[in-house]
């Protein structure tokens, strides 16, 4: 097994929007690796994941992204959900901190909706990536290369399309911040 141990991963989402299955699946692989995972979002309290379009689970925010140092953590994970990406890319702060993990060269995954967060942050141009089909051309747009596959690794950047691709995602998320 990767041994994540050290290791502290933001995972960042909005207040409310996340699809549960991308949040919790990849937490889930990080802590069984002896990671740390770390919820950062807009603002302290909760967050509202949910199934789909229904509600689910909802969980405490760790640190909120004006208050936390990209620096500090070795990996980003982005969750999809399609109100969790469209909000984050609307929080000056959320996008400032994503871009930070690019500017810094460090893993970020990123999976169904959430490269909407990295179109928002300008740091797909040229890339290779896949992700929910409806976002090939808002992709391409902002200058990435799109491709309909489980798993599409570039560079430091892990992407994947839906919850089924979750297995493939996780494993590459952790092979990817253990180095």
Same mark, same amino acid.
């Given at each position: 097994m990767t041994d994540l141990t050290g290791k502290k991963i $933001?995972?960042?989402?909005?207040?409310? *929007? &996340?699809?549960? &299955?991308?949040?919790?699946? #990849? !937490?889930e692989a990080v802590r069984d690796a002896g990671g740390q995972p770390v919820l950062v979002s807009v603002e302290k309290g909760q967050v509202q994941a949910f199934n789909h379009f229904d509600k689910a689970d909802t969980f405490d925010v760790d640190d909120t992204f004006a208050a936390a140092d990209a620096t500090s953590y070795d990996g980003l994970v982005l969750? *999809? *959900? =399609? *109100?969790? #990406?469209? $909000?984050?890319?609307? %929080?000056? %702060?959320? =996008?400032?901190? =994503?871009?930070?993990?690019?500017?810094?060269?460090?893993p =970020?995954?990123? &999976?169904?909706?959430? #490269? !909407?967060?990295?179109v928002e942050a300008d740091v797909v141009r040229g890339r290779t990536l896949t992700s929910w089909p409806s976002l090939q051309t808002d992709l391409r747009n902002a200058g990435a290369t799109w491709k309909d596959e489980e798993v599409v690794v570039d560079g430091n950047l892990v992407t994947s399309r839906k919850p089924d691709d979750l297995p493939a995602f996780t494993k590459k998320l952790v092979e990817m911040v253990a180095g």
């Open positions: $933001a995972f960042a989402v909005a207040k409310e *929007g &996340i699809e549960q &299955i991308e949040l919790t699946s #990849p !937490w969750p *999809g *959900g =399609v *109100g969790n #990406p469209d $909000a984050l890319r609307t %929080d000056a %702060d959320a =996008v400032a901190f =994503v871009k930070a993990f690019f500017d810094a060269d460090k =970020v995954a990123a &999976i169904c909706h959430a #490269p !909407w967060s990295l």
